[in-house]
């Protein structure tokens, strides 16, 4: 950490100095802007130490022999792994179908998860407990817990469940709109071994908006992400979740390249599986073809192709059939399926949207009234 030095201010016991070079301070944080409280005496700005530590981490001094206040700046990582750590918890079970030979009884699936709610739900992947009987959730203090209430969303490898509990701690969820490539990230979860709960790697986003063979948007990283971290967060260095980690691309020539999905998706998920049991998905009424631009992740303005509509649909009712395109959903512009997807996450079925649509060479808007995903 570069060395900063402050000028004292004599303001009492308030403790307040100059900071002349707080971004060297901020280089660990994620780069957002943060607020401390201060003062303005005689042209020059002083700090508050106590806001400085509070923000930062890290430990400071005050020496009236001297009249000088030593700060040492905390390590970050560390400090992240130990404030979440209670919010990560290990989940395991019995494979389906395990045989059930003598040899066999210790054989064990297992994956990780995340604590939303201090009275006892847990978000993790689908495919985590897809395939598992028996499951038991062991939080940090080894405590464990057999689940009451298991609800998936294979659409988005999202689940959900209850344990009885209360007085845990929640971990806090960040919006992940405003991720940038490059802000260090931190992966928790229990990798390719029951025994290494609560393992953590350290990298970076690679990238967001990525598409990779799902309904939305996820995140790229570089952290390490292994079997097992499944379900657990990806966290950033203030200790919020900016995704739950769901899976990576395995190839002997491909390294570090790990895909979480972003926390506002897990959140739209978790709280459709609490309130209604599932996900409300709401449907235009019709099936869409991408450009081949879009198919290829190039950026494109080119609109989407109607490939089949739904005889009982209001979209077949007022007229939008094979061969029309689609523009745009309530103005937003729609250039890819899960562009789509992402903007309906803000309507319920029963909902009506106004569609801007090419049909039979007119540029036309139809009032659709959204259905339920089939």
Not at 1 to 17: Q, V
Not at 225 to 230: A, E, K, L, T, V
Not at 275 to 283: L, P
Not at 296 to 316: E, H, Q, R
Request: proline share 4%.
């Amino acid at each position: 950490m570069k060395r900063t030095w402050l000028h004292w201010g004599a303001i009492g016991c308030g403790a307040f100095f100059a900071l002349y070079a707080a971004q060297a301070f901020a280089s660990g944080t994620s780069g957002d802007a943060i607020a401390l409280e201060a003062r303005k005496i005689e042209g020059e700005v002083y700090v508050k130490a106590s806001s400085l530590v509070a923000a930062l981490g890290g430990k400071g001094s005050f020496d009236p022999s001297t009249n000088t206040y030593r700060y040492v700046p905390g390590d970050v990582v560390p400090d992240v792994i130990e404030q979440v750590g209670d919010s990560v918890v290990a989940v395991i079970g019995k494979p389906q179908g395990s045989p059930a030979r003598a040899s066999d009884r210790f054989e064990l699936a297992h994956g990780s998860g995340v604590i939303v709610s201090s009275d006892g739900w847990i978000v993790t992947n689908a495919h985590v407990i897809e395939s598992m009987k028996e499951i038991i959730v062991l939080t940090q203090d080894e405590k464990q817990y057999k689940p009451t209430k298991v609800l998936r969303d294979p659409a988005s490898d999202l689940a959900l469940l209850k344990i009885t509990a209360t007085g845990l701690q929640a971990a806090k969820f960040a919006d992940s709109d405003d991720i940038r490539p490059g802000e260090t990230v931190i992966a928790i979860g229990t990798p390719v071994s029951f025994s290494l709960r609560n393992s953590a790697t350290v990298g970076v986003v690679s990238g967001v908006n990525r598409s990779v063979n799902g309904s939305y948007r996820l995140l790229q990283t570089d952290a390490a992400i292994n079997p097992g971290n499944s379900g657990g967060p990806l966290i950033n260095t203030k200790g919020e979740v900016v995704g739950i980690n769901t899976l990576k691309f395995v190839d002997v020539s491909v390294d570090n390249t790990g895909f979480s999905i972003p926390a506002n998706t897990v959140q739209y998920i978790a709280e459709h599986l609490r309130t209604y049991g599932q996900v409300k998905r709401a449907y235009l009424g019709f099936e869409l073809e991408e450009s081949w631009e879009a198919v290829v992740g190039l950026a494109t303005n080119k609109p989407m192709t109607v490939l089949w509509v739904d005889p009982a649909s209001s979209a077949a009712k007022l007229g939008v059939k094979k061969g029309d395109s689609l523009y745009s959903l309530n103005q937003k512009k729609l250039s890819t399926k899960v562009d789509l997807n992402e903007e309906l996450k803000h309507y319920l079925p029963g909902e009506k949207v106004t569609v801007t649509m090419l049909s039979n060479g007119d540029i036309v808007q139809r009032t659709l009234t959204l259905q339920a995903h089939p």
